[in-house]
């Protein structure tokens, strides 16, 4: 897991926020998720560092309960 990561999820909430939305459990995961996709294809590897399994419902990680 990527130390900076704490920070991310800290920008990414200030951001929802900011946009006068709200922040869940699930949308913060999936944000994570979308960040990480984003990040890979220009840099190769994640930025999280997250094990991310796709389910039917959507992306899924077992880390993201410990963090």
Do not use: C
């Not at 920008?11 to 913060?28: D, P």
């Not at 994640?46 to 399994?53: A, P, S, V």
């Amino acid at each position: 897991m990527n130390p900076n990561l704490p920070n991310l999820i800290a920008v990414i909430i200030s951001q929802v926020t900011a946009q006068e939305s709200f922040i869940t459990k699930t949308k913060l995961l999936k944000l994570l998720y979308l960040f990480d996709v984003e990040y890979y294809r220009t840099h190769r590897q994640t930025f999280t560092g997250l094990h991310w399994k796709y389910f039917h419902l959507g992306p899924w990680t077992a880390e993201y309960d410990s963090i």
